[in-house]
């Protein structure tokens, strides 16, 4: 069984530095160049076309 990668430190958003004690359920986690990039819900939104059509977030 593949099982998530929950972060056991805080986390923070790639794009605007919001900071979260624990990965909460509403942000995105995307791969990018190998690494794994966390995106709080607020960027998220303001980005899900470009996520859906797998554009890395420099593209954003």
């Known amino acids: 069984m593949n099982e998530a990668r929950v972060p056991q430190e805080p986390v923070t958003c790639a794009r605007c530095g919001r900071t979260a004690d624990t990965l909460p359920l509403t942000w995105t986690c995307s791969v990018e ?7 709080c819900e ?19």
């Open 33 to 39: 160049n190998g690494r794994r990039e966390y995106f």
């Open 42 to 60: 607020e960027c998220a939104r303001e980005n899900i076309r470009s996520i859906e059509g797998r554009l890395d977030s420099s593209w954003w």
